[in-house]
């Protein structure tokens, strides 16, 4: 990635975060980067096409860490759920202003739709992968549930989206604790 793009995507997130979607320009990302908006538009079309290089660069650094999880945690379940509380931390998190913070999901599903949504079948994928080692090592078994791994990954990651979109942070993880324990008592062979 060029220096400029980068500085260009540092100041967009800073101004996304800060300001909102919808107050932040690019005359304003312009003046936070220090870059001119002649040079943010040769590289970036629109503020949506900027926005959403930021939503994916976060989704991509979280993806790149995914193989870590595994190696990280003795336990397939505890893997999973650090995992799934990581995922389920929205990218906005450390947003304090209610009403920024909304701005930015509202925009984020407005504009990174198809993004999220193949966002979330890697992490599904992902999960599913990890479940099947865990059955070929004898640590679990689907024989009870009558499921397969990708139906598990899928009922697990869209009970996490669901849970991180509409209950606290503390909520979701203490829900998110609930369902592993479910899961992997469900699954003991």
């Known amino acids: ?7 260009i995507l540092n100041a967009a997130e800073r101004c ?3 300001h909102g979607y919808s107050a932040a320009s ?10 001119s908006r002649v040079t943010i538009h040769k590289q970036f079309s629109s503020k949506e096409e900027l926005f959403q290089t930021v939503v994916l ?12 999880y595994p190696a990280k945690y003795a336990s397939v379940w505890d893997a999973i759920k650090a995992l799934l509380n990581d995922w389920g931390l929205p990218i906005f998190e450390e947003i304090s202003d209610s009403l920024v913070l909304h701005d930015l999901v509202q925009a984020a599903q407005r ?9 979330r ?5 992902f999960v599913a992968e ?9 640590e679990i078994s689907f ?12 009922s697990l990651i869209l009970s996490i989206k669901g849970l991180f979109t509409s209950a606290t942070q503390e909520e979701s993880c203490e829900t998110l604790e609930q369902l592993i324990t479910i899961y992997r008592t469900a699954l003991i062979d």
Request: proline share 1%; net charge positive; glycine share 2%.
């Open 57 to 68: 660069q976060h989704q991509k650094r979280l993806q790149d860490r995914l193989p870590e």
């Open 121 to 125: 079948q890697v992490m599904a994928e």
């Open 143 to 154: 024989s009870r549930v009558g499921l397969t791994a990708e139906a598990i990954a899928s």
């Open 1 to 7: 990635m060029s220096q400029s793009r980068e500085i």
């Open 111 to 119: 504009y990174c739709a198809k993004e999220m949504e193949a966002h």
């Open 130 to 138: 990890c479940l099947k080692q865990s059955a070929e090592k004898g």
């Open 16 to 18: 996304f975060f800060r």
């Open 26 to 35: 690019i005359a304003m990302i312009s003046r936070y980067s220090e870059i």
